[in-house]
C-alpha cells in the first residue's frame, strides 16, 4: 500500500520534488536540475522513503513529455499527468490568498495523488514502437496542418495579382500541392511570365514534375489557360508580388516535403505494429489513419477498462446534464482532438466501404440527426467495435458489427 506521494513541478531547467506522507505532511522537498545528476538525486531521495520496485512511490507531474519522464516512466513507476486547469482549482483548496510558488505546485501534485489518487489514471505502459508512432503520426498531421496554413497563406497571396493561376488548377486534387503547380509556379510566378511560356517549355515543366500521361493535352489546355485575358498589378508591384511567391513557395515545398517524408515513416513504422493487421481490418482505416488511432490509443489494452471509457476519451460519447426536471444531452468537448480528427476521416470512409456502416449512418440521419451528428455516432460505434476486437485479438467481422444489415 502507498504511504508515500511525490510531485514534481517541472521547468525548462530545474525541477521541484515535494514527498507527502500518507497525513499530508512534508517528508522531504528537494530542487534538481535538468540532468543525469539531478535524476540521480530524485531517485536516491524517492529509495530513502521506501521506494522499491516492488512498492514504487507513485509520481504526480504536469506533462507527459521530456526527458524526465521518459527515464522514470522506464523505472517502471506509476506516472500520474495532471491537467494544469486541475492542478489549479486544486491549489486554491491549501492556498485561499491565491499565492504560489514551485515548492506549493509540487505539494500539491502529490496531494492530489494522496487524497483523489483513484480519481487519475496512470501513463499507459505503452511499449517503445507505440510511442514511437506515436512521435510520427502527430509530427505528421503538425507537418499536414502547417502544409494547410502555407497553402493557404499563398493562395490569398496569389488571389491579389494572379488569380487566373488558382483556376487553371483547381480540378487538381491536390490543389497547389500538385507538384505540377508548383513546378509551374516556381517557373513563372507572374501571370505576364506565364502567358509568354512556350508549348516546349510548358512540356518540359510537366516532364520535370513527373507527369507521364497525356501530356500533349495537358500541354495545349495550359498554354490556352495562361494567356486568357485578365487584370495585371503595375508592372514593378506585379514582379515584387511574384518575389514574395517564390519565397511562400519555398516554405510551401518545405512543408509538402515534411509531410510526405513523415508519412513515409509513420505508415512503415505502423506496419510492423502487432496491432496493426487488427486496425486496417476496420473499413475506412488504411495504413496512415490507424497509425494516427493507434498513436491515440497506444497498445497497452488494460488503459481503458470498458468501451465506454474509450469513447469518453474519444469525444464520440455524448454526456448528459440533469438538474432536477431539465436534462440535455450534448456533444462532448473535451476529448482527444487528434482521435476525434482521425474519427472524423474513418467515419467518413467507411460510409463507402461498410454497407453496415451505411445503414447505421442513414438510419441516424432519418431520426433527424444532422450530418456531423450521425457521424460521430458512427465513430462511437465503430470504436466499441475497435475496442473488442483489440481486447480479445480478433480481426473486424462485418456481420457481428452491423447484424442486422447483414
Known sequence: MTSVFCGIDWATDHHDIALLDEA??????????DTPTGLSQLLDLLAQHGDSPENPIPVAI??????????????????????????????DRYALSRKKSDHLDAKVLANILRTD??????LPADSHLAQAITVLARAHQDAVWDRV????????????????????????????????????LATAPTP??????????????????????EITGEVERLHTLLREPQMHQPPVIEQAMGTKT????????????????????????????????????????????????????????????????LKAYAGSAPITRASGRKTTVLARHIKNQRLASAGYIWAFA???????????YDRRRAADDRHVAAQRNLFNRLLGCLHHCLTHRIPYDERTAFPSTA
Open 192 to 213: 505576364t511570365q506565364a502567358a509568354q511560356l512556350t508549348r516546349p517549355q510548358l512540356r518540359a515543366i510537366l516532364k520535370k514534375a513527373g507527369r507521364q500521361r
Open 350 to 360: 467507411a460510409l463507402t466501404a461498410s454497407p453496415g456502416a451505411r445503414a447505421h
Open 62 to 91: 504536469e506533462t507527459s513529455h521530456g526527458l524526465l519522464v521518459a527515464c522514470l516512466r522506464a523505472t517502471g513507476r506509476p506516472i500520474y499527468v495532471i491537467n494544469p486547469l486541475t492542478a489549479a482549482r486544486y491549489r
Open 246 to 309: 517564390l519565397a511562400l513557395l519555398r516554405q510551401f515545398n518545405a512543408a509538402c516535403a515534411s509531410a510526405d517524408d513523415l508519412e513515409a515513416a509513420t505508415t512503415t513504422a505502423f506496419a510492423t505494429h502487432q496491432d496493426a493487421e487488427i486496425i486496417t481490418s476496420f473499413p475506412g482505416l488504411g495504413a496512415l489513419t490507424g497509425a494516427r488511432v493507434l498513436a491515440e490509443l497506444g497498445d497497452d489494452h488494460t488503459r481503458f477498462t470498458s468501451p465506454r471509457a
Open 117 to 122: 489518487l483513484a480519481e487519475h489514471r496512470p
Open 149 to 184: 496554413q502555407t497553402g493557404n497563406r499563398l493562395r490569398s497571396h496569389l488571389r491579389e495579382y494572379f488569380p487566373g493561376f488558382l483556376t487553371v488548377f483547381r480540378h487538381f486534387r491536390e490543389g497547389l500541392a500538385s507538384s505540377v503547380t508548383r513546378t509551374l
Open 24 to 33: 499530508g505532511a512534508l517528508l522531504d522537498k528537494l530542487r534538481i536540475d
